[in-house]
């Protein structure tokens, strides 16, 4: 009896969709976050605005292992510098950029609430709506 193999969203197996995605060219990060969103399961993935890729794992054992594929990618050594994640599987990745002059500000702002400068996130007159 073969065994059965686990799927991505594609129907690739999740093996080769490691491979796929750990050796994809670093010179077409959009095309790699595109690759992704396709194979991602369970509609956890998508450009939410213009270059800006939101990934969820939700926990399941195949976006775990594209997540992981992704950081062996050399890629990853350019998007971690525009990225934002945070534990449980939740990554958030600009590759715009305008997406990356936001997501610059957010970080920003959670590094100055994080040192204490301001009490709140909510504190309006440090805190802007992006």
Known sequence: MEEEKILTEDKIPVEEAYEMIKNWSYRDIEGLMKMLVSLWRADRAKETRPGLWVFSTGGLYENEVLLHALKKNFAWNIIVWDSLEFPGGFLVVATSKSAK?????????IVKWAWGKFKTPTDERKWRKY
């Open 101 to 109: 002059k936001k997501l610059e500000r957010i970080k920003q702002q």
